[in-house]
């Protein structure tokens, strides 16, 4: 089992650029959420999406959009990117199992905007 | 609002000595609460979960956790520390059942002394 699988790795882009971040979620699962860990804090809630829509979302502003696919992957999609969106993006997956439901998380994609 | 505070951003212990990472929430509802572990460029890793059952609660690695309502804590413990326990800790809390929307705290790292 390949587990939770985000892609790029690293990159960079240049203030004002969009960027998309991939997931690929523990086999199984069928829910995916993402977080943003800035430098030196705790992961902050993006988004969840389950059976292709947005379920929840966290504060964050509407340049932060995603997208899930009939193959449960998705996609975080941050349009004009600020200085400030210098972060460690995390996916989580996960399947509903009531009180004993857990997320899985991947290694994240750190991206730096310069 | 849910919401966690995690008291000491950095906490260092000798090898084999006790651990403890303090942990305290704040929920209208009955908590989800979990212990996750970062290892330096990596994703998280599950601990161990409080779901209602039993107030201790044991995890993987010789980690466990005490829930107390009344002082609405989930401190972290370990009887005695091993170099491989040096890592970043997360605390957080769940507004539902199981890991859905997390809320975590802003972590502490943990130094090991040989």
């Known amino acids: 089992d390949a587990g939770v699988t985000q892609s790029p790795t690293h990159l960079i882009k240049t203030r004002g650029q969009q960027v998309t971040l991939r997931c690929s979620p523990k086999s199984g699962h069928d829910t995916v959420s993402w977080y943003q860990q800035a430098l030196g804090q705790g992961p902050q809630f993006i988004f969840q999406y389950y059976e292709e829509e947005e379920r929840q979302r966290g504060n964050f502003p509407d340049r932060f959009s995603g997208h899930q696919f009939p193959n449960y992957s998705s996609e975080l999609n941050v349009n004009a990117l600020l200085l400030g969106d210098s972060a460690l993006y995390l996916c989580?997956?996960?399947?509903?199992?009531?009180?004993?439901?857990?997320?899985?998380f991947g290694q994240g994609t750190r991206l730096t905007v310069v | 609002a849910q919401s966690v505070t995690q008291l000491g951003s950095h906490v260092s212990v000798s090898e084999g000595a006790l651990v403890l990472l303090r942990c305290n929430y704040s929920?209208?509802?009955?908590?989800?609460l979990f212990w996750y572990v970062q290892y330096p460029n990596q994703g998280l890793q599950l601990l161990l979960k409080y779901t209602s059952a039993a107030t201790l609660v044991k995890g993987i690695n010789g980690f466990e956790a005490e829930f107390k309502k009344s002082e609405t804590s989930f401190h972290l413990t370990k009887p005695s520390a091993h170099m491989s326990d040096a890592a970043e800790y997360f605390c957080?809390?769940?507004?539902?059942?199981?890991?859905?929307?997390?809320?975590f705290g802003q972590g502490t790292r943990l130094t090991i002394n040989p």
């Open positions: 957080a809390v769940s507004e539902s059942r199981g890991a859905q929307k997390l809320v």
């Open positions: 929920s209208s509802v009955p908590p989800y």
């Open positions: 989580a997956s996960s399947r509903w199992e009531g009180k004993n439901t857990e997320a899985f």
